[in-house]
């Protein structure tokens, strides 16, 4: 999937300690000596310097670092500690010098928020953090901290800078509280439920309505998520002695953090080696570090490109790409395009919060519309046809655009049909012609080569002037200026969207550029 680029570690060390005594909770009871406390510290700062020590090599590799690689590529830091880390001044200053790395873009971490702001913030400015880096993962705990000392906290973080998310147990006993919280908290901070384990019950329907009010994207902890490796080679879970995983809930890897000092290519050599690198082992992706930092769409689109941290992106515009993102693209003899519950349940949310939806795809218009006809009220248009129709529907108000293609660009190619076994499908609006379809049957697809040779056959003038795309049996062809990352922009300045406020997926390389367009600012 074309979204995230950049790569996450989870790390969890030896503490097994808080300083808070939940009844409900085993580190709670758990009385750690200094013994212990001194081994964390230094297992953690080990840790750190051995970041150090990566994003410096492949400061240096650049380029040459493997594309896969995920050392290469490095963005995030979250820490998973099982007890309560940040009443500990060692974790305020490796936090630091995280987030001082000019290529670590975030560093984050659980928190119960029972730290010292002056003291401990004070530690990480002097070692020179950045908290506009800092993500906190803050966890209401009803039992310890009442709901407006708690939501104050979070109001005081917020304003010197720091990203946060909020949330708590979804105990339906605990629903008033909640709703409380999120009365009292800005708007801007997310309120989070996770779903409760120890109901041994399904949520009432009642209760799952209550649940939403506060947390739009609770439905994620009721789906089952089916476990999938695919998803999940941008990110690796250390633990304190450097053994890896996938996640928090997969097998080890075999693979140790330390074992190869930082080198990338080392690293590959052993993931290749090792046949459990990549196998999690797990069914399903149980809670949400597992399923909240896979690289697919709905976690991305719903909480950028570091979903890890559980910080809402808040896009105000989001452009999808259709088969292969929406829709699973249509496997032989198919008649039936299968839609999941989770991507109408992302798009509904989206939809209910006012983001605007549109479609980019090289489809064109009236084709996007039967695949989608399930959700495609909820979309004000898109980029069609590969970036040569760009069409607004915003409130009543619609505007619509088409590069043009010369029509002897047309009359080149018709005399190759014979030749090359296709048929030509043409495109107009009323008389422009603005996309050509160079359709084979469909056990006959293109090749790179194919579409070359027939370029050859034209004149440099028509040549220059069109774009070709290559889509199984299909050779799309449309004018050089159009591209879906053109109609993004088109769209955007249509709507008065801001460059940052726009979020793009999909799974080709059509959609490189501009998922990257929305990505890198």
């Known amino acids: ?260 000092k930082g080198s990338s290519r080392e690293w590959l050599s052993q993931k290749k080696q090792n046949h459990d690198a990549e196998q999690c082992g797990q069914k399903i992706c149980s809670c949400y570090l597992a399923y909240g930092g896979r690289n697919d769409f709905v976690s991305q689109v719903l909480f950028g490109p570091y979903p890890v941290f559980r910080i809402p992106r808040r896009s105000k515009a989001v452009f999808w790409d259709i088969e292969g993102t929406l829709i699973q693209k249509k496997l032989p003899k198919e008649k039936i395009l299968p839609f999941s519950d989770s991507v109408k349940k992302c798009l509904e949310t989206l939809a209910g919060q006012g983001t605007l939806l549109f479609f980019a795809t090289t489809l064109p218009y009236r084709d996007a519309m039967k695949r989608c006809h399930k959700f495609r009220h909820w979309f004000q248009g898109g980029v069609f046809a590969g970036g040569a129709h760009v069409y607004l529907n915003q409130n009543g108000n619609q505007r619509e655009f088409f590069y043009e293609l010369d029509e002897e660009i047309l009359c080149q190619l018709e005399p190759a049909c014979f030749t090359f076994g296709f048929r030509i499908l043409k495109y107009r609006a009323k008389e422009t012609l603005y996309k050509l379809t160079l359709l084979r049957p469909s056990e006959k697809l293109w090749t790179a080569d194919e579409c070359q040779k027939l370029m050859d056959r034209m004149t440099s003038d028509c040549r220059k002037n069109i774009r070709w795309i290559l889509e199984e049996n299909c050779l799309q062809i449309v004018s050089a200026k159009a591209t879906k990352a053109e109609g993004v922009r088109m769209l955007c300045r249509w709507a008065n969207i801001e460059r940052k406020d726009a979020a793009a997926v999909g799974d080709s390389e059509e959609d490189v550029e501009m998922v990257r367009w929305c990505q890198d600012i």
């Open 1 to 260: 999937m074309r979204f995230m680029n950049r790569s996450v570690i989870l790390y969890r060390g030896s503490l097994k300690s808080c300083n808070y005594k939940c009844s409900y909770c085993p580190f709670s009871k758990h009385r750690i000596s200094e013994r212990e406390l001194e081994k964390d510290k230094k297992q953690w700062f080990h840790f750190v310097e051995s970041v150090v020590h990566t994003v410096q090599e492949n400061t240096i590799l650049g380029k040459r670092a493997e594309e896969h690689d995920f050392r290469k590529t490095l963005g995030g830091i979250m820490v998973a500690p099982y007890g309560e880390a940040l009443i500990h001044s060692w974790y305020w200053e490796g936090l630091a010098r995280l987030s001082a790395l000019d290529r670590i873009d975030a560093v984050g971490i659980q928190t119960n928020l029972s730290f010292s702001e002056q003291q401990n913030l004070a530690v990480f400015l002097h070692k020179k953090g950045k908290p506009e880096k800092l993500r906190l993962w803050a966890t209401f705990h009803p039992e310890m901290v009442s709901i407006k000392e708690f939501a104050e906290k979070c109001k005081r973080l917020k304003n010197l800078g720091i990203s946060l998310c909020a949330g708590a147990v979804g105990n339906p006993e605990m629903t008033e509280q909640l709703l409380a919280l999120r009365d009292i908290l800005p708007d801007d901070i997310y309120l989070w439920i996770n779903k409760m384990d120890g109901l041994k019950r399904e949520y009432t329907q009642e209760e799952q309505k209550k649940f939403l009010e506060i947390d739009p994207y609770f439905w994620r902890e009721l789906e089952v998520i089916p476990a999938e490796d695919k998803w999940c080679r941008e990110r690796v879970f250390v633990e304190a002695d450097g053994s890896m995983r996938i996640c928090n809930i997969s097998r080890k890897t075999g693979i140790n953090w330390y074992d190869f």
